[in-house]
């Protein structure tokens, strides 16, 4: 039964959606997708559906069952049309005919208008971390629309139950989730069974149908079985379920001393999304609702296993949730009249609001900055994390050598380059024995220079700034050179090699304000101007778009790992001026370079400040607890 709307419901439901729009409207960062738009381009140059992988030239010989190429053929061919912004706008869209598909199934289920914007208001916030350009969001939209048809049969409404073979046909050749299809399916039949204690045959038909569908691929019943293959590889005693972040769970987060931000916001807003999920699960099941407890068990449980696993609560369960969470449905009933008026009216202005604050502060890049993401707001490529200078240096300067690349860089060299790499993030390509030796290269000389004399590298590409003891090692290692430097990474030339690359690129780099490195007592709290922090900065964020030093501030890692300590004292101190001191870890960092200046008193002001905005930071408490005095 649909419920009626509350006052102000046409409102926030636009704000929430608007919402989404401005956070799925981010420039195109993902690891992932150059690897997707070189796999897309193969296929439509008509070498077919690779059976090998071709796009690198050391595990050339191992299967590569793709079963994304039809994803990567759309993609291609919108890339070649509008490129990065048809790219975004493209994705966008997948994620907000999900929602609306979402919405709809949650109002067929008898979910109230209050309870279903809250909710949704909360999904959108939670999924916002996996909003990338990825295959997956393929996978959303058709279980959401698998979904719509199983809420309709459950509701006894009219439902085109044909479609489901359809939908499961294309998700075959999309993405490898298409089993999460199969699992719907079985438990709505199941639930429906329980309750009615019959079979539902035409249901339990057409979803063997969809499960036979998933056989017309490139790859038979190899393409069929795959996802249960790979899902052995995101388990947590997997050598890449302990060291790929997006594997881990929502609710054991791994952080460190280096990388000490997680979005708070969403993380937290996922546990609360989660809470709500199971006490709403003992609603469904004295409701005798089996279908939909059984549909809130797989996809919680599926959804706290692991961080990318996130949006398949929202796209999974809320439907369900919201309906066992509408009043009439509680088993106390509906709450009486003032109350319910008043939450009625609450409910959708808070949600307005909320949306509205949350879109301002995307749109000027706060949102961002403030949990220190790559993410930023736009419709081009983001050169916060993709290696996009390092590529246009090699395609310019002719380097068409092998180049040893750390992994995040492979997928989009692969397709910047059209040249093999060394390995990518098709880890299920890779293989475990593989990974294993690829980390062995970066983490050991002997290793590393096996590998350069075995298949002839003559360039190294990394993100210095993860990798810090290969930053460290290379720069003092005089067989390689530093051809190339951007924000995001790194590239060596083999010293034999390097005679033709031009030096003008590396040897140009300069602070961006170079006369902040002049005088310590000049720098934002630390004898110059206060700092530009606390509630009049985070206020800021409604209305001024905010920019984090990224430039210099890497730069200023680099040359700290590398051990060129005045020229990092430079980057960090230009990166403080053009920041207005607003982050605390630049101070964390220039003390560092200090520290090791032995310059301890200016070091100890940095400090200070580290621990003002971050009082339980390790370093700085054990260093400012070492310091003479």
Not at 593 to 616: G, K, N
Request: glycine share 8%; net charge positive; proline share 5%.
């Amino acid at each position: 039964m649909i419920q009626r709307d509350a006052p102000g419901h046409r409102l926030a439901l636009g704000a929430l959606f608007l919402l989404a729009a401005v956070l799925t409207c981010r420039q195109a960062g993902s690891l992932d997708t150059g690897f997707h738009l070189r796999a897309g381009e193969h296929i439509l140059a008509g070498n077919g559906w690779p059976l090998t992988d071709p796009f690198t030239y050391t595990i050339n010989d191992h299967p590569y069952i793709d079963t994304s190429w039809g994803y990567q053929v759309v993609i291609s061919l919108v890339q070649r049309v509008w490129d990065a912004p048809g790219l975004v706008l493209f994705h966008a869209a997948l994620v907000l005919i999900t929602f609306l598909a979402v919405y709809r199934t949650a109002r067929l289920a008898g979910a109230g208008s209050a309870v279903l914007v809250v909710l949704l208001a909360a999904g959108v916030v939670a999924s916002e971390m996996r909003y990338e350009l990825r295959p997956e969001l393929v996978s959303w939209l058709l279980l959401a629309a698998t979904l719509h048809l199983l809420h309709r049969r459950a509701e006894g409404l009219a439902s085109s139950l044909w479609l489901l073979p359809v939908i499961h046909l294309a998700w075959a050749n999309m993405h490898s989730l298409f089993i999460l299809g199969w699992a719907a399916i079985g438990c709505v039949t199941a639930g429906l069974w329980a309750r009615e204690r019959t079979l539902d045959r035409r249901l339990a038909g057409w979803g063997l149908a969809s499960v036979a569908v998933a056989l017309i691929n490139p790859y038979g019943w190899r393409g069929m079985i795959f996802p249960f293959t790979l899902a052995t590889r995101m388990q947590e005693g997997n050598l890449f379920g302990q060291t790929i972040g997006e594997f881990v769970s929502p609710f054991d987060l791994k952080l460190s001393d280096q990388f000490p931000f997680y979005p708070r916001l969403p993380i937290w807003t996922f546990r609360a999304l989660g809470a709500t999920a199971l006490a709403a699960l003992v609603v469904m099941l004295w409701r005798r609702r089996f279908h939909a407890a059984a549909l809130t068990a797989l996809f919680a449980a599926l959804s706290f296993q692991m961080v990318r696993n996130i949006p398949l609560l929202v796209v999974g369960a809320l439907p369900a949730v919201a309906a066992a969470l509408t009043p009439h449905a509680l088993p106390g009933g509906r709450p009486p009249r003032p109350r319910r008026r008043l939450a009625a009216l609450a409910a959708p202005v808070l949600v307005t609001l909320v949306c509205v604050g949350m879109g301002l502060r995307v749109i000027n890049d706060a949102y961002y900055v403030d949990s220190r993401r790559p993410e930023r707001f736009g419709l081009g490529w983001s050169e916060t994390t993709l290696p996009i200078g390092i590529a246009g240096y090699m395609n310019k300067e002719g380097l068409t050598g092998r180049v040893l690349n750390h992994l995040n860089f492979g997928g989009y060299l692969m397709w910047a380059r059209h040249a093999p790499v060394f390995i990518d993030g098709r880890l299920e390509v890779a293989g475990e024995t593989f990974f294993q030796q690829y980390r062995a290269v970066l983490d050991s000389e002997s290793a590393m220079e096996a590998a350069v004399a075995r298949y002839g590298i003559q360039s190294l590409a990394f993100p210095y700034v993860i990798a810090p003891r290969l930053t460290g090692r290379i720069s003092k290692d005089a067989r390689w050179r530093l051809a190339s430097m951007d924000a995001v990474g790194a590239l060596y030339i083999r010293s034999d090699q390097a005679a033709g690359a031009r030096r003008d690129r590396v040897a140009s780099a300069a602070p961006r304000y170079p006369e902040a490195a002049a005088r310590f007592d000049t720098l934002p709290g630390l004898g110059g101007a206060s700092r530009a922090s606390g509630v009049g900065r985070w206020l800021s964020g409604f209305v001024r778009r905010q920019r984090f030093p990224a430039e210099d501030f890497n730069r200023g890692i680099f040359h700290l790992y590398s051990g060129d300590l005045e020229r990092a004292r430079a980057f960090f101190a230009s990166a403080l001026l053009e920041s207005g001191g607003a982050y605390y870890e630049i101070y964390g960092n220039l003390g560092a370079v200090l520290f090791r200046m032995q310059r301890f008193t200016e070091a100890a002001a940095c400090y200070r400040i580290v621990l003002q905005d971050d009082p339980a930071n390790r370093i700085a408490r054990e260093r400012s607890a070492s310091l003479p005095g």
